[in-house]
């Protein structure tokens, strides 16, 4: 009698399973032929599986509107994406091997069988590609990676919250067979595998080692669903590796060598081969940009704009000159107004770097040789961060003014270096970014906990201070870090860089001139030993008041214990402080070519280096002023001590020597009104307001009195009407 219902079922599914297999040959003929091409099949419980269904975002909502599908939105470059894949793979595998009606072992291909998980509960898994279809994962409201989402007929019916190991995402996909089925599954869910593995606890038929090595090399297997049907290659490298039997002596070579991040392969094709700039459509971009991991400088412009019209001629020789190196090309934003839309262009022409699906804006000067130089430092971003020894970093100190330094060890894991790849388009034209695991190196920087991230600018370290692994892969965090100490100790000025050189801080502004060579090399060297020993006064002095902060915070706590005052003991222990950086404003130091920016520089400070030589100024560009003398009256020279002898008085609150303005009287007044709005906005409210009000009653007062407001006896009018006979006295 028990067999009846097994028979009931089987029957049952085998209906189910037909019309499935039905509308899904329909779909195949939609398929791409690119399936072809996936990566062979795995074996899991003795049965050969395909490939995760890669969806395409363009036909994305055909492809969910019938049935379960469970879709594992992804970037291929997510550092969360590429440690979750490995355990989202065993999870496909194993329920697409599990059998609905218990019928016993068997290694029966899954597709072939009716008593299939995919046909009885018509349940799909499915990976879409956010990097290759943005807007298919905006239009479902993605905005973070991984998000895993179960759509049901096309409509959304939930999404996986809290953490993606094998347990939850099983629970998550129990909860919807239930409801489709229920009394279907076990309860308790089933016992599950662990990740990597290729076998089920309660399968019983042949080890999946033997089945690989008796089974054929098959070529890729026809698509079952209209997608394609392509792996993710992170989620297969890390199969791999874990189905490897390595021995006693590789495990022991595998702990001390540290886990190295598995990179995109480098294509062999030459770039550039034509020396021309190649116009992208929507599909072409796609195909060739998106997809790839090819690194293409592209510019985005219309054919009206007049900027773009005069920097097209240095484009094109741009592509000469990288012919054979870099790719270049460009987007008609008429043309292709949906694109540059998706591309989120804040004007034209906007000139983007590509490598994959990720970018960095490119923001310099757009003559020929910035283009070439931009370039050229680009070229090296597709081999990643370079890994160096002790030699290799003393030859690279003499030819870069700035170096980011990363330290690693053993435990680095492969999520660490995945984050700091994600870094080296944005340093593109700024420093250069290496890594290391020499212990003499990290002797040198004294470094005793990995991983570990500093910058070197001319040989002075400073250390980035967040050491928690959260921190170390917060690529907004880091990078913001990186952008406050990319600049040189002593950069030149430039159109690029001067408003991240003179903004916000006082700069120590060198006006020097290579036409006197030796007089040159001397003012930077007298420029660059001042900046070092004003940062070394202001990190002892920084030092010392926050140290006298914490003695008057000990202070307080011992005065409040011995009072036994709670009150006076919770305010001692609120007290907070601020050990980021010091209240006094930041002091800068920079250098100017005097004669390339003549003009500026004497029409704003009044100083000509051919006729005056070489000179130093102090400019606060948010006030508007300078100084220009020392404190006995005499010009600032280019010269450790008259440096340091001038920058204490300047700093002092207020100033000990008077500032110049850099803009006329008549400017000055409406800066200076301007700064007292901005620097109190309430009060200037309040003082706008009462102006208002007193303006308002003023007029009001003037009106009643134009209109009387009151009645004269004696008047014409009044209330007595005046003198009866109209005679006056």
């Known amino acids: 009698m028990r067999v009846l219902p097994i028979l009931y079922t089987l029957f049952a ?14 779909k195949e003929v939609a398929a791409d032929d690119d399936a072809a091409d996936g990566v062979p099949p795995t074996i899991f419980n003795g049965v050969e599986v395909p490939p995760i269904p890669i969806l395409d975002g363009e036909t994305f909502n055909a492809t969910v509107k019938e049935g379960l599908w469970f879709v594992k939105h992804h970037s291929p470059y997510c550092p969360h994406c590429l440690h979750v894949a490995p355990t989202w793979q065993t999870l496909y595998e194993f329920y697409y091997t599990s059998k609905p009606v218990p019928a016993g072992p068997s290694t029966d291909s899954s597709s072939s069988s009716l008593n299939t998980f995919t046909a009885y509960y018509n349940y799909h898994f499915g990976n879409l590609d956010c990097v290759a279809f943005g807007t298919a994962c905006s239009e479902h409201k993605v905005g973070s990676f991984p998000t895993f989402v ?54 019983q038929g042949p080890q999946p080692a033997d089945v690989k090595a008796n089974a054929p090399v098959a070529a890729a297997p026809v698509a079952t669903s209209p997608v394609k049907a392509t792996a993710s290659s992170e989620s297969e490298d890390v199969q791999e590796e874990e189905t490897k039997a390595p021995s006693t002596t590789s495990k022991t070579n595998a702990a001390k060598s540290p886990k190295k991040p598995t990179l995109p392969p480098k294509s062999t094709a030459i770039p550039n081969t034509l020396g021309k700039s190649i116009s992208f459509t929507a599909e072409s971009f796609q195909n060739q940009v998106t997809m790839t991991q090819e690194p293409w400088f592209i510019k985005f412009y219309a054919p009206w704009c007049h900027h773009c019209q005069a920097m097209a001629p240095n484009w094109i020789q741009l592509a000469k000159e990288m012919k054979g190196k870099l790719n270049i090309g460009e987007v008609n934003c008429d043309a292709e107004s949906r694109l540059c839309k998706e591309v989120r262009l804040r004007g034209y022409p906007t000139i983007l ?58 435990a680095t894991t492969t999520e660490d270096f995945a984050a700091l790849e994600r870094l080296t388009l944005s340093l593109i034209g700024h420093a250069k970014l ?3 695991n020499s212990a003499k190196l990290a002797e040198r920087y004294k470094i005793t906990t990995w991983p570990r991230l500093l910058v070197s600018r001319d040989g002075r370290p400073t250390y980035y201070t967040a050491l928690a692994p959260k921190d170390m892969r917060d690529f907004r965090q880091v990078l913001n870090w990186m952008q406050s100490v990319w600049l040189p100790i002593v950069p030149e000025l430039t159109a690029s860089n001067s408003r991240e050189i003179m903004d916000g801080k006082l700069v120590v502004l060198g006006i020097l001139t290579r036409e006197r060579p ?14 070092l020993e004003w940062m070394d006064k202001q990190t002892l002095a ?16 011992e005065e409040a214990e011995d009072r036994n005052d709670q009150r006076a003991l919770r305010a001692a222990k609120s007290i907070r402080i601020n050990m980021d950086k010091s209240e006094q404003k930041e002091v800068g130091f920079a250098w100017v070519d005097g004669v390339f920016w003549e003009r500026w520089i004497r029409t704003t400070y009044g100083i000509e280096v051919a006729k005056d030589g070489e000179k130093v100024i102090i400019n606060d560009e948010d006030q508007r002023r300078y100084w220009d003398t020392t404190i006995t009256g005499n010009s600032i020279m280019a010269s450790r001590t008259s440096i340091l002898e001038t920058i204490p008085k300047v700093v002092a609150s207020p100033p000990k020597i008077k500032p110049k303005s850099t803009i006329s009287n008549f400017e000055k ?13 309430y009060l200037s409210v309040g003082f706008l307001a009462g102006i208002l009000i007193g303006l308002a009653m003023w007029s009001k007062g003037r009106m009643r009195r134009n209109r009387g407001g009151f009645f004269r006896l ?3 009018d009044g209330l007595l009407g005046g003198p009866a006979n109209g005679k006056v006295d």
Not at 370 to 394: M, P, Q, R, T
Not at 518 to 531: N, P
């Open 669 to 681: 007044f409406f800066f200076d009104i301007r700064g007292a709005i901005s620097g109190h906005p």
């Open 542 to 557: 920084f030092q010392r008041e926050r140290q006298e902060l914490r003695d008057a915070k000990q202070l307080r706590l």
């Open 13 to 26: 599914s085998s209906v189910i399973a037909q019309s499935s297999e039905q509308k899904l040959e329909k």
């Open 714 to 716: 004696d008047e014409k």
């Open 353 to 410: 770097f590509f490598r994959g699906g990720e970018r960095v804006e490119y923001d310099g000067l757009r003559g020929l040789g910035d283009f070439v130089s931009y370039a050229n430092k680009a070229i090296d971003v597709g081999d990643g961060v370079k890994d160096i020894d002790a030699l290799e970093f003393a030859e690279l100190e003499e030819k870069e003014e700035v170096i980011f330094l990363y330290f690693y060890d053993h």
């Open 518 to 531: 030796d007089e040159f090399l001397i003012g930077k060297k007298e420029m660059k030993s001042a900046a």
């Open 150 to 203: 179960l759509y049901q007929d096309g409509v959304e019916v939930k999404r996986l919250e809290g953490a993606k190991d094998m347990k939850t995402l099983s629970q998550f996909v129990e909860s919807s067979l239930e409801l489709v089925r229920p009394g279907s599954r076990p309860v308790g869910g089933p016992e599950l595998p662990a990740t990597g593995d290729k076998s089920s606890k309660e399968y």
């Open 434 to 436: 290496v890594k290391t």
